[in-house]
């Protein structure tokens, strides 16, 4: 009996080895939802990203057949297969996933909500004036928890007002009212789901990186790594010059405790003026701004003897870093 093949089209086998080959050719793969993505918005984004970024759509099962028959060489990959949802499309890019996904927020731009869509964040309605004469708007603005006042004619919104919190789903009422205040709290782009790169698979949530409070973070962690280096007494090039500072305040403090017998020329009100003031002028010549230091009478000599050990080291070190040491 003759054994009967399925027919299977020409573009369809043609596709399945275009993928095979791009999954060869680029560093990075990645799993897109293209849901609600309107199409002269596509079209815009792929000719923005076309030298950075490749979009492949077709059909989900041709990029499930691509990426079986590469699971042998591309160790990981079929994990991807995870993350489809929505309508999954690939990209393709040379980028590491955190510029790629970088690259793709950068690219989403504000859009009305539409009644179904859940809301991304808090959806809030701030005070103040509106477009609207009195009428049966206020009804609408109401229903919503808004309290509203006429001003000069025209509709005023009382207080700031969450209508919406994140992950609430947008009702058709709402959705009329934010398009008429022109409220666009949606995102039109491409939703980076998942990508692969160097044999690792990356959820989308976690390439997601806010770089201000990372920054933030870094400083944060700087600072107090800085000060547990300082408290310890642990030398090395940041903590070498304020070390220095501290002893050389140290010193001072510890030669204005001594108690010396002074004779009647260093007892004058006007030399322990003088000292006062030298001692001053000196902390604040060390760089050590906001520190107050109340001079008491000390023998002249022993400090400033004291003094010079203290600005010699510390000109050692303004010499090191000029010279880039």
């Given at each position: 009996?003759?054994?009967?093949?399925?027919?299977?089209?020409?573009?369809?086998?043609?596709?399945?080895?275009?993928?095979?080959?791009?999954?060869?050719?680029?560093?990075?793969?990645?799993?897109?939802?293209?849901a609600n993505m309107p199409s002269s918005q596509?079209?815009?984004?792929?000719?923005?990203?076309?030298?950075?970024?490749?979009?492949?759509?077709?059909?989900?099962?041709?990029?499930?057949?691509?990426?079986?028959?590469?699971?042998?060489?591309?160790?990981?990959?079929?994990?991807?297969?995870?993350?489809?949802?929505?309508?999954?499309?690939?990209?393709?890019?040379?980028?590491?996933?955190?510029?790629?996904?970088?690259?793709?927020?950068?690219?989403?731009?504000?859009?009305?909500?539409?009644?179904?869509?859940?809301?991304?964040?808090?959806?809030?309605?701030?005070?103040?004036?509106?477009?609207?004469?009195?009428?049966?708007?206020?009804?609408?603005?109401?229903?919503?928890?808004?309290?509203?006042?006429?001003?000069?004619?025209?509709?005023?919104?009382?207080?700031?007002?969450?209508?919406?919190?994140?992950?609430?789903?947008?009702?058709?009422?709402?959705?009329?009212?934010?398009?008429?205040?022109?409220?666009?709290?949606?995102?039109?782009?491409?939703?980076?789901?998942?990508?692969?790169?160097?044999?690792?698979?990356?959820?989308?949530?976690?390439?997601?990186?806010?770089?201000?409070?990372?920054?933030?973070?870094?400083?944060?962690?700087?600072?107090?790594s800085l000060n547990l280096a300082l408290n310890?007494?642990?030398?090395?090039?940041?903590?070498?010059?304020?070390?220095?500072?501290?002893?050389?305040?140290?010193?001072?403090?510890?030669?204005?405790?001594?108690?010396?017998?002074?004779?009647?020329?260093?007892?004058?009100?006007?030399?322990?003026?003088?000292?006062?003031?030298?001692?001053?002028?000196?902390?604040?010549?060390?760089?050590?701004?906001?520190?107050?230091?109340?001079?008491?009478?000390?023998?002249?000599?022993?400090?400033?003897?004291?003094?010079?050990?203290?600005?010699?080291?510390?000109?050692?070190?303004?010499?090191?870093?000029?010279?880039?040491?």
């Amino acid at each position: 009996m003759e054994k009967i093949t399925a027919h299977v089209a020409e573009w369809k086998k043609n596709k399945v080895e275009e993928i095979k080959r791009l999954i060869d050719s680029y560093k990075t793969i990645g799993i897109i939802d293209m849901a609600n993505m309107p199409s002269s918005q596509l079209q815009k984004m792929k000719a923005q990203l076309k030298d950075r970024i490749l979009i492949v759509m077709t059909r989900l099962r041709l990029i499930k057949l691509a990426l079986e028959n590469k699971k042998d060489s591309k160790k990981g990959l079929s994990e991807l297969e995870k993350y489809f949802k929505g309508v999954p499309a690939l990209i393709f890019s040379n980028e590491d996933s955190f510029k790629i996904s970088k690259t793709l927020i950068k690219n989403k731009s504000p859009a009305a909500a539409k009644p179904g869509q859940t809301a991304p964040y808090d959806i809030m309605i701030p005070k103040g004036p509106t477009p609207f004469t009195p009428g049966p708007v206020i009804a609408e603005l109401s229903q919503l928890g808004l309290k509203t006042s006429v001003e000069a004619g025209k509709i005023s919104i009382k207080d700031d007002t969450v209508v919406a919190k994140a992950g609430a789903v947008i009702s058709d009422k709402l959705a009329n009212v934010l398009a008429k205040l022109g409220i666009e709290p949606m995102e039109i782009g491409l939703n980076l789901v998942a990508t692969y790169e160097n044999g690792n698979v990356y959820d989308g949530s976690i390439l997601r990186i806010d770089e201000k409070e990372y920054t933030d973070n870094i400083k944060k962690l700087y600072k107090e790594s800085l000060n547990l280096a300082l408290n310890i007494n642990f030398l090395i090039k940041d903590t070498m010059e304020i070390t220095i500072k501290k002893a050389y305040l140290d010193t001072l403090a510890l030669a204005n405790s001594i108690k010396f017998e002074v004779d009647k020329e260093t007892a004058k009100p006007e030399v322990q003026e003088q000292k006062s003031s030298t001692i001053k002028q000196s902390v604040k010549e060390a760089g050590l701004t906001g520190t107050i230091i109340e001079a008491k009478p000390v023998d002249y000599k022993q400090f400033k003897e004291h003094e010079k050990v203290a600005q010699d080291i510390l000109k050692n070190l303004q010499d090191q870093k000029l010279r880039g040491k």
